[in-house]
């Protein structure tokens, strides 16, 4: 049986092609109610990235101290925080609650939407920005955050790291050992002829998948796009009627949530209005 095991974050790299397919499909979507499906999918897919990361590497050495680490970072992270607690909305209490508004793109007219309204405040870094750049400024933050995890374990995360004379050094692998992790019989790599060390690490990476560093770094190094200056007189009144709406529906979480706090409080119950 193979004796060694090579650790790879290629799930974790699916995860974040997986949340980026949604969220590039968040912004083409004019239709709210698909806007909403394709939201609720995009922080499912996100939200799972953290949580493969950690099972990936959960036995490597000196992960869980690094991890800990990482997660303190993020929870002083209002907005990252902020899309944990959307995730849990959606998958356990019901829709994500969005404010719509429209902008001329040339001759068309085309949809922007905003969060607001849900049961937690909406963090300053997100409150009256669009939700679909929101969103890739998140995942942005997810990428950076597994490449800080390939640059602290290089031969840990990627089987082509680990298959390199350095990565054979550090991970003290037998070549014996991957031939028949990699399902070749002990010794295939030089079995036609004498081969050095080198040169048989070679042949067994040539047979192993890579991590594809190159749509880590595009998704890591994603920017929010710059607001246009010229707007209509129609876009500076949807705008403002965006806003307040925004403020509206924030101010009556506030409320909502003050008056459910009283309730518990007094041992009274409190009506909503709907």
């Known amino acids: 049986m193979p004796t060694i095991r090579l650790n790879s974050l290629l799930l974790v790299e ?8 949604f969220v590039r499909r968040l912004g083409r979507q004019r239709d709210a109610d698909r806007f909403g499906y394709e939201l609720n999918a995009f922080v499912a897919a996100a939200r799972s990235i953290t949580f493969v990361l950690q099972k990936e590497m959960s036995a490597v050495p000196g992960f869980s101290a690094w991890w800990a680490s990482e997660q303190r970072s993020l929870a002083r992270d ?16 019901g829709r994500i609650s969005l404010v719509g508004v429209t902008a001329s793109d040339g001759p068309r007219r085309t ?6 309204g849900n049961p937690d405040a909406v963090p300053p870094d997100v409150l009256h920005r669009d939700a679909a750049d929101c969103c890739r400024e998140h995942l942005a933050k997810l990428a950076g ?29 037998s070549l014996e050992d991957a031939e028949e992790t990699l399902g070749f019989p002990r010794g295939w790599s030089q079995a036609a002829e004498p081969l ?16 594809d560093f190159g749509a880590l770094r595009r998704l890591a190094g994603w ?44 041992g009274a ?3 909503r209005e709907k």
């Not at 209509?232 to 506030?254: C, P």
Request: aromatic share 8%.
């Open 269 to 271: 119950p409190v009506r």
């Open 14 to 21: 699916e995860r974040l092609l997986e949340a980026e397919y």
């Open 145 to 173: 955050v597994v490449l800080a995890c390939t640059e602290a374990f290089p031969f840990y995360s990627c089987p082509k790291r680990a298959l390199t004379p350095a990565g054979v050094a550090a991970l003290q692998i």
């Open 223 to 266: 920017k929010p796009r710059k607001a246009s200056g010229r707007l209509s007189a129609s876009d500076v009144l949807s705008e403002d009627i965006a806003k307040a709406l925004v403020v509206q529906l924030e101010e009556n979480r506030r409320v909502n949530n003050t008056d459910f706090a009283l309730s518990l409080l007094l």
């Open 111 to 116: 949809w922007s939407y905003r969060f607001a």
């Open 196 to 211: 050095s060390q080198e040169r048989r690490i070679l042949i067994l990476c040539e047979h192993v998948d890579g991590l």
């Open 78 to 93: 209002p907005a990252a925080v902020f899309f944990v607690k959307l995730r849990n909305l959606s998958q356990h209490q």
